[in-house]
């Protein structure tokens, strides 16, 4: 039994001892002994009383439901009383004993003074002080083990100049809260993994130190731990030998394995275990599923034992920290759940508290940090520990010198530059060899462990390589322990440094050698790039190379970082220390390639490689050549908004850009913000300040569209936030802004309204006393927010078009509401109010009507919706005509009776029809009806419900953008069909759909096309896959929904087809498009038919306005655009999405589908032949030569250049006029030539075409397989 609390105890005891299954005649006796415990010795006791003589004593944690059995969990049985326990009692005494409450209770002092002694033998007095002389040999050598941790980590740097970094956790919905070191631990953690991750010189190691510090110093939250031990990985790393846990252990601590072995199993309660540097991830998950060991005592390599560790093989009980470089995948390594955490750096007021620690000197660190706070770029750079560090060490030098404080350090290069430039000169004078010769073997042992991925040297190697490593200010030493030796072992003094020096060693190699290396290292990051796009990377190669790349990425920012001569310090300089024009050359056609390849993290590191060039003229060449910016998955930093500022400052405009940043950091950027066209922004929470940006968009400075999402985070920064999403866009000269209000503001009547005004109003308003009023309307009570949001609210926005609206029910207090509306905004047109919940109208809209109508307005109500319009007595063709049909309800219920499911519809396959030459790319179909039915085509998979029999003939047509421009929030939800029966006998369509969610086919219709006008014609029933209309008389239909709430999934296809191969072609292009589901296949395939298609199962679920890549293996292929934004686009031309190149000897390839904004596959990998047994051969193998010059006329244009042989072959044979031929003579530019050449075409015949393409063919044979081939720019 386990009993929780000493009350408990207690009356559990009193009932065993009067239990009546005893013996008669027996005298049962329970002797009960409570160790003294000490204030601070943690957790409570569980005390278990199994007989009359032994109990044993547990160690319980408060908020554990449940005790994890393991090694050394249970004490051994306590046979006797402590020696200083004077006295215990028969059991009777117990029933009357007053119980004394808290942790520590002394059952002697709560005794009766006249209880009788009872004598006990001379035996367990024995046993009892043997055990006292243990406990207190074992405290005492904890408390030896304490100070020698002390001794090992309380030096002047960490006890003095400790400073926490920030550290961030991602919750479930994807945002980031702070949370501090202390708050790692608490006691909901205990059994699960802490993972600090973070990059090179974030403080990890400085957290994992301090941490042991404390525990030794006896912390408050760490007084949970018996005991605690420190495993730093590059040490681990040195060891060659195997060992046991124990003896690993020991080597760590400095004490025997005797000791060690002595400290476990006295350990009552919990043994922490911290992991620094625990990088090489990939070989510790094989290790895990081939040499793990189940035994403390078994002897393996370290690296095997600290995985076994991590897979609660051994120690199960053992609490463990683990600091790591690496991201790592949640489930890849560790069992159970785990708990990640990010060290980002410090905050400002962190900076500013290292350097007053640093400096120490109040005088020193005023003057010094204002230098800094004068220097922004710097100080945001300040964030990171170790650049803190390093600029304090050389601001410190250089007041000592006089020197100018700041000057040169503006990126991570001229920093650490400035650093190793300094310790060169103070304290590397009278060296046994030179200072290049010193820094070319610094750079070789960097390079060395670079690619061995390693950071720790023994004495041999450097020896080899440095004549005095001893006496060089970069290296630092330690002891590591062998069997029978100590080893002295070196590294760099911090990690960042290895891989400065590897940059610098490529900049002081020769030239050809230099080129090749830096050629190698930019092939390595860009092959790992392209691995890590590939989710499904089932093989250990690839997950290598992947780490290995990222490792390597720093050595690419100090290469570019070093091609900035100016800020080179002049000591460098003298020693001709400078990065070649050819190898800057080659660092910047890396990024300007891979630029346009790559989002998220490797476009961040790409701009960061920008910013270290600081080649302005360069970074604008970059940027406006980029068709997007993705940073949305990363959080930026305020050192990244501050390399981004610079690098938007130098660009003309960029296309779209998407950020993940906070409020604060909003307004470093805010200016360089207004160079974009479509800007996208996750920030976590949304304030007025975002009025600014609105107001750039009426402008012209943001030249299109603002997306701003308020991050759904923690409660408390959602109740900062008034509002949850603000979208604003301007089309045909109007701004249309969307705002959705917090659901954390429930006293609001409207949860979502989109205001449209005239974008020349825009520029008078000010939007930011918008937000502001917005923010206090929202946190009112209801009983004034009608008249507060509605009418003060709006009315700060002048020249208001239409205002959509959306609550959750329609109340009768709507009516007043909506009668001031259209009373205070003369401009105003169009007032929509959409219910979510509930919306019964009838009964209380009837007086609204009426008001109305005597205003000049008209009000109808359409589902869960009502649309208040001024009353026209005629509408433009652009104009949306609704049909109100009183009866359609129960026309509805008559109809379903007797309609059927599109699933019973008898299947035919059309006849295709020829069409005149304008169409003769748009299918035409017919379809011979035999009889009355349902018929679906399997081409299209309409569905005609025929009354008898027909020939009906129907095709694709193009939507009008006007047309949809006048439906407002509706738009095209499948192709637009122009349909014809010749004897008038289909009474029903079903036309199929792609919407997946019940909310979009509640908002889907028919739009009906007659005479220039468009009607919208209300489903009889929506299915899973079709609409249902009835139909009196045939024209064009086309199915359209309401775009009122956020884009949702529908069903889609992913269509990959393969253009033809020339015989000068090296590669394969795969065309890759994705396609709502409702486009037909044969309408993609008829407008490639040089292409052929390869079947595959092309089924899946697609967000429109999300972004997606494409990944493809093998590795060597390349996909371009690396990502792409999914549409619901249904014609009149289908683009591919994505094309990809592979190697012309390649048989097949592997393709699947990323979600960028979610991370996740939603086209599993594919096999995708190349070749022709599983494709669909092209309609025609190649097109005819007047289909070519059709096709290709603007290319053809643009390209040839042998116009006039071509026009004097014509002239032979008599094809051209002369007064045509006159004046392509006359034109001035080849162009003008070539365009007049087209009319002669047109005019001619096919005829003349052929004699075209067969002197073409003649004078420019390139041009011709280069477009036929399908790879002219304008594929």
């Known amino acids: 039994m386990v009993l929780n609390g000493r009350r408990d105890l207690l009356e559990q005891v009193t009932k065993t001892s009067s239990s009546d299954d005893q013996p008669s005649g027996s005298t049962k006796r329970t002797i009960i002994h409570l160790r003294p415990m000490r204030q601070e010795a943690g957790p409570e006791r569980i005390v278990e009383a199994w007989n009359k003589s032994t109990i044993y004593i547990q160690d319980y944690q408060p908020g554990i439901t449940e005790y994890q059995a393991g090694p050394n969990t249970m004490m051994e049985p306590v046979p006797g009383p402590p020696h200083d326990f004077p006295q215990y009692w028969e059991d009777g005494w117990i029933e009357s004993l007053p119980i004394q409450q808290g942790p520590n209770i002394n059952v002697a002092e709560s005794c009766p003074s006249s209880a009788p002694r009872t004598r006990y033998s001379a035996f367990w007095e024995h046993i009892w002080t043997e055990r006292r002389i243990k406990a207190h040999a074992w405290q005492k050598m904890i408390c030896q083990y304490k100070k020698s941790v002390k001794c090992r980590h309380d030096n002047v740097s960490l006890a003095s100049q400790y400073t926490e970094p920030v550290i961030t956790q991602r919750n479930k919905k994807g945002s980031f809260q702070n949370i501090t070191v202390e708050e790692l631990f608490h006691i909901g953690m205990f059994y699960r993994p802490i993972i600090l991750q973070g990059n090179s010189g974030s403080g990890k190691s400085f957290i994992a130190q301090k941490i042991m510090l404390d525990w030794a110093s006896e912390k408050h939250y760490l007084k949970g731990f018996d005991l605690a031990f420190y495993l730093r990985c590059e040490e681990l790393m040195c060891l060659s030998e195997e060992m046991n846990l124990i003896e690993l252990l020991s080597w760590n601590c400095n004490f025997s394995s005797d000791q060690i072995s002595q400290m476990l199993q006295n350990s009552i309660q919990r043994v922490f275990i911290i992991i620094d540097g625990l990088d090489d991830l990939d070989d510790l998950r094989f290790m895990c599923h081939e040499f793990c060991i189940s035994s403390n005592l078994e002897r393996a390599p370290p690296e095997v034992i600290v995985c076994s560790l991590i897979r609660k093989q051994i120690l199960p009980r053992s609490f463990l920290l683990i600091t790591t470089r690496t991201e790592v995948p949640q489930g890849m390594l560790f069992l159970g759940q785990q708990h990640f955490f990010k060290i980002v750096g410090f905050c400002e007021k962190g900076v500013e508290e290292y350097f007053q620690k640093f400096f120490q000197d109040e005088e020193l660190f005023r003057k010094a940090f204002k230098y800094l706070k004068a220097n922004k770029s710097l100080f945001a750079i300040c964030s990171f520990p170790v650049i803190c560090w390093i600029i304090c060490t050389v601001m410190r030098e250089r007041f000592s010198d006089g020197a100018d404080v700041t000057s040169g350090l503006e990126t991570t290069t001229s920093i650490y530059t400035g650093l190793v430039s300094t310790l060169l000169e103070h304290h590397c004078q009278g060296l046994s060899q030179s200072v290049l010769t010193m820094l070319r073997s610094l750079g070789q042992l960097a390079e060395k462990g670079m690619l061995e991925q390693k950071v720790s040297f023994d004495e041999k190697n450097v020896n080899e390589t440095i004549s005095d490593p001893a006496a060089s200010p970069f290296l630092c030493n330690f002891l590591s322990r062998r069997r029978i030796h100590q080893e002295t072992m070196f590294s760099f003094m911090h990690r960042s440094f290895q891989e400065f020096f590897t940059a610098l060693y490529y900049v002081l190699l020769d030239e050809e050698e230099s080129q090749r290396k830096v050629r190698e290292l930019l092939h390595t990051v860009e092959r790992g790039w392209a691995l890590s796009c590939w989710s499904d990377r089932d093989f250990s190669v690839a997950g290598l190379k992947t780490r290995h790349s990222k490792l390597l990425q720093p050595v690419i920012l100090f290469l570019c970082g070093l091609c900035k001569t100016e800020w080179i310090p002049s000591f460098f300089k003298k020693h001709n220390m400078a990065?070649?024009?050819?190898?800057?050359?080659?660092?910047?056609?890396?990024?300007?390639?891979?630029?346009?390849?790559?989002?998220?993290?490797?476009?961040?590191?790409?701009?960061?490689?920008?910013?270290?060039?600081?080649?302005?003229?360069?970074?604008?060449?970059?940027?406006?050549?980029?068709?997007?910016?993705?940073?949305?998955?990363?959080?930026?930093?305020?050192?990244?908004?501050?390399?981004?500022?610079?690098?938007?400052?130098?660009?003309?405009?960029?296309?779209?850009?998407?950020?993940?940043?906070?409020?604060?950091?909003?307004?470093?950027?805010?200016?360089?913000?207004?160079?974009?066209?479509?800007?996208?922004?996750?920030?976590?929470?949304?304030?007025?300040?975002?009025?600014?940006?609105?107001?750039?968009?009426?402008?012209?400075?943001?030249?299109?569209?603002?997306?701003?999402?308020?991050?759904?985070?923690?409660?408390?920064?959602?109740?900062?936030?008034?509002?949850?999403?603000?979208?604003?866009?301007?089309?045909?000269?109007?701004?249309?802004?969307?705002?959705?209000?917090?659901?954390?503001?429930?006293?609001?009547?409207?949860?979502?309204?989109?205001?449209?005004?005239?974008?020349?109003?825009?520029?008078?308003?000010?939007?930011?006393?918008?937000?502001?009023?917005?923010?206090?309307?929202?946190?009112?009570?209801?009983?004034?927010?009608?008249?507060?949001?509605?009418?003060?609210?709006?009315?700060?926005?002048?020249?208001?078009?239409?205002?959509?609206?959306?609550?959750?029910?329609?109340?009768?207090?709507?009516?007043?509401?909506?009668?001031?509306?259209?009373?205070?905004?003369?401009?105003?047109?169009?007032?929509?109010?959409?219910?979510?919940?509930?919306?019964?109208?009838?009964?209380?809209?009837?007086?609204?009507?009426?008001?109305?109508?005597?205003?000049?307005?008209?009000?109808?109500?359409?589902?869960?919706?009502?649309?208040?319009?001024?009353?026209?007595?005629?509408?433009?063709?652009?104009?949306?005509?609704?049909?109100?049909?009183?009866?359609?309800?129960?026309?509805?219920?008559?109809?379903?009776?007797?309609?059927?499911?599109?699933?019973?519809?008898?299947?035919?396959?059309?006849?295709?029809?020829?069409?005149?030459?304008?169409?003769?790319?748009?299918?035409?179909?017919?379809?011979?009806?035999?009889?009355?039915?349902?018929?679906?085509?399997?081409?299209?998979?309409?569905?005609?419900?025929?009354?008898?029999?027909?020939?009906?003939?129907?095709?694709?047509?193009?939507w009008d953008p006007r047309l949809l421009d006048g439906l407002g929030q509706m738009k095209s939800a499948g192709p637009l069909y122009n349909i014809d029966c010749f004897h008038g006998s289909i009474s029903r369509l079903h036309l199929p759909h792609c919407e997946i969610s019940e909310e979009n086919k509640d908002g889907l219709a028919v739009a009906h096309l007659t005479g220039g006008n468009i009607a919208i014609m209300q489903p009889l029933q929506v299915t899973e896959t079709h609409v249902m209309i009835d139909i009196r008389d045939l024209s064009i239909f086309g199915l359209i929904k309401r775009m009122i709430f956020p884009p949702s999934p529908v069903a889609a296809q992913v269509l990959v087809f393969l253009r033809p191969i020339t015989l000068r072609q090296r590669e394969n292009i795969l065309d890759v498009h994705l396609l709502p589901l409702n486009v037909p296949l044969s309408e993609v395939k008829d407008q490639h038919t040089e292409n052929t298609h390869i079947k595959t199962s092309s089924k899946c679920s697609l967000t429109p306005a999300t972004e997606y890549s494409l990944c493809c293996q093998p590795e060597e292929s390349t996909v371009q655009p690396e990502t792409e934004m999914f549409e619901c686009h249904f014609g009149p031309n289908y683009h591919p999405t994505f094309e990809v190149f592979v190697n012309v000897n390649i048989e097949e390839v592997k393709l699947s589908l990323l979600d960028k904004t979610e991370g996740k596959e939603v086209w599993l990998p594919r096999r995708i032949p190349l070749t022709d047994k599983d494709a669909d051969p092209p309609a025609h193998k190649r097109l005819t030569e007047s289909e070519f010059v059709k096709k290709h006329r603007d290319e053809l244009i643009k390209r040839v250049s042998s116009v006039m042989a071509i026009a004097d072959g014509l002239r032979t044979k008599d094809m051209i006029p002369d007064e045509m031929y006159s004046k392509v003579c006359a034109a001035t530019t080849r162009q003008e030539k070539t365009r007049l050449l087209f009319d002669v075409l047109d005019s001619g015949g096919a005829s003349v075409k052929t004699e075209f393409y067969s002197l073409l063919k003649d004078e420019e044979t390139f041009l011709v397989d280069e477009l036929e081939s399908g790879h002219s720019g304008q594929q």
Not at 604 to 615: A, K
Not at 788 to 811: A, E, I, N, P, Y
Request: charged share 25%.
């Open 579 to 958: 990065v070649s024009i050819n190898i800057e050359t080659q660092l910047k056609e890396w990024i300007n390639t891979c630029s346009q390849r790559y989002q998220n993290e490797h476009k961040l590191f790409i701009l960061c490689c920008l910013y270290e060039l600081h080649d302005k003229s360069f970074v604008g060449k970059v940027l406006e050549h980029l068709s997007s910016i993705d940073l949305s998955n990363i959080p930026l930093k305020n050192a990244d908004c501050w390399m981004l500022q610079f690098c938007l400052q130098n660009c003309v405009t960029i296309s779209n850009l998407r950020l993940n940043i906070t409020s604060e950091n909003l307004k470093i950027l805010q200016s360089a913000l207004y160079s974009c066209k479509e800007l996208w922004l996750k920030v976590d929470h949304i304030t007025d300040d975002t009025g600014d940006l609105i107001s750039a968009l009426g402008e012209g400075k943001i030249m299109k569209e603002l997306i701003i999402q308020d991050q759904k985070g923690s409660l408390k920064k959602r109740t900062k936030s008034f509002c949850q999403e603000i979208i604003a866009s301007v089309e045909n000269e109007d701004l249309m802004l969307f705002v959705c209000c917090s659901k954390m503001r429930p006293s609001s009547i409207v949860s979502e309204f989109t205001l449209t005004c005239s974008r020349q109003e825009i520029s008078t308003v000010n939007w930011r006393i918008f937000l502001q009023k917005l923010c206090r309307s929202t946190g009112s009570h209801a009983s004034s927010v009608d008249e507060l949001f509605l009418l003060d609210v709006l009315q700060s926005v002048s020249g208001l078009k239409k205002v959509h609206m959306q609550t959750d029910r329609w109340t009768v207090r709507w009516n007043p509401i909506i009668l001031s509306l259209v009373q205070a905004f003369p401009s105003l047109n169009e007032l929509r109010i959409n219910a979510t919940v509930s919306f019964n109208p009838l009964k209380i809209i009837q007086s609204l009507r009426e008001s109305l109508t005597r205003t000049g307005w008209t009000l109808t109500v359409w589902r869960k919706s009502v649309l208040i319009e001024r009353d026209r007595k005629s509408f433009r063709v652009s104009q949306l005509r609704t049909i109100k049909t009183e009866n359609i309800e129960s026309k509805r219920a008559e109809s379903f009776s007797g309609q059927s499911s599109s699933d019973d519809a008898e299947v035919f396959t059309p006849d295709h029809v020829q069409e005149d030459d304008e169409d003769k790319h748009k299918n035409s179909y017919r379809f011979v009806c035999p009889h009355a039915g349902h018929f679906q085509c399997t081409l299209t998979n309409i569905v005609f419900v025929m009354e008898g029999e027909g020939e009906v003939r129907y095709k694709t047509v193009s």
